[in-house]
């Protein structure tokens, strides 16, 4: 009896963890999600909340205001926008390349991408690889607080080594 208890404590816990409040939403005009795809194309602002939901795939295109929260192995990209955020948990890609300003809060084995973007400000809580190929200014800091090494291709800056 009491094992049957425990196996229907855990179904009901994981039906809760897995259920709709685990899927991704998004709020803003064009913002459109199905399954784990999240789009929004145009307007003032586009939010995405991929929630814990792994393996989120958010896409703003020519959005004011992109902002993307997920847990791990998201793909993000904001193009065209003014500003894109972007904080997710692991082994998240993320390419805000030419948008005017990319800020990005990112865990281990992450991959920016600010190639032509304006601005790029990067906190790394793990290991991280940044392309800052023509932007403006970039900006990368790792766990220690320390600046990023700048990789060999002089474009790269990597937080736990290049």
Do not use: H
Not at 29 to 52: L, P, Y
Not at 60 to 80: F, I, L, Q, S, Y
Not at 93 to 104: E, G, I, L, M, W
């Amino acid at each position: 009896m009491m094992r049957w208890v425990v196996t229907l404590a855990t179904a009901v816990a994981l039906a809760a963890a897995c259920g709709p409040s685990a899927q991704p939403t998004c709020t803003g005009v064009s913002c459109v999600c199905n399954g784990s795809d999240c789009a929004c194309a145009g307007g003032a602002s586009c939010d995405v909340m991929c929630g814990i939901f792994p393996r989120c795939n958010a896409t703003c295109t020519g959005v004011t205001a992109c902002n993307v929260e997920c847990r791990d192995d998201c793909t993000a990209k904001c193009n065209a926008g003014d500003t894109c955020t972007m904080q997710c948990a692991n082994n998240c890609t993320y390419d805000c390349s030419k948008s005017k300003t990319c800020t990005a809060d990112v865990g281990d084995d992450a991959n920016v991408d600010c190639t032509g973007a304006g601005s790029c400000t990067v906190t790394c809580s793990g290991t991280c690889k940044v392309k800052c190929g023509n932007a403006g200014a970039c900006n990368v800091t790792c766990a220690s607080g320390a600046a990023a090494d700048v990789c060999s291709d002089q474009t790269t800056r990597a937080c736990g080594g290049c």
